[in-house]
């Protein structure tokens, strides 16, 4: 089960924090964040793989968000700075079950996760 918080309103320029808490069966994952705005697809805004931090990021997020996790703590963050209009959407995180020998790919395709969060709502004013 994966449970996000830390959605909300802020004016563009600002900063937001985004958490996931993971709960379940102890296993080897990968995490990502993903956002939808309305009337669009589903994009993933950060990926992260299960140990030794490596990471991806579009070009849209990339030098404004960065993804992190700690897996004693079951946690993921997405801290999301410089924001603007356009990040406005519903954000979800999302986790993948990965073989022990991908222990440091990332992930950023929606069709290959199948965990997801309910999503938390971030708005962004201009």
């Known amino acids: 089960q994966l449970v996000e918080s830390g959605g909300g309103l802020v004016q563009a320029g600002g900063s937001l924090r985004l958490s996931c808490a993971a709960s379940g069966p102890a296993n080897s994952y990968a995490m990502a964040w993903f956002r939808q705005a309305p009337e669009k697809e589903r994009e993933c805004v950060a990926a992260?793989?299960?140990?030794?931090?490596?990471?991806y990021y579009p070009d849209s997020t990339k030098g404004r968000f960065t993804i992190s996790r700690d897996n004693a703590k079951n946690t993921l963050w997405l801290q999301m700075n410089s924001l603007k209009p356009e990040d406005t959407a519903v954000y979800y995180c999302?986790?993948?079950?990965?073989?022990?020998?991908?222990?440091?790919?990332?992930?950023?395709?929606?069709?290959?996760?199948?965990?997801w969060g309910q999503g938390t709502q971030v708005t962004v004013s201009s």
């Open positions: 992260i793989s299960w140990v030794r931090g490596s990471t």
């Open positions: 999302a986790a993948k079950v990965v073989p022990l020998k991908d222990y440091n790919k990332t992930y950023n395709h929606q069709e290959e996760y199948v965990n």
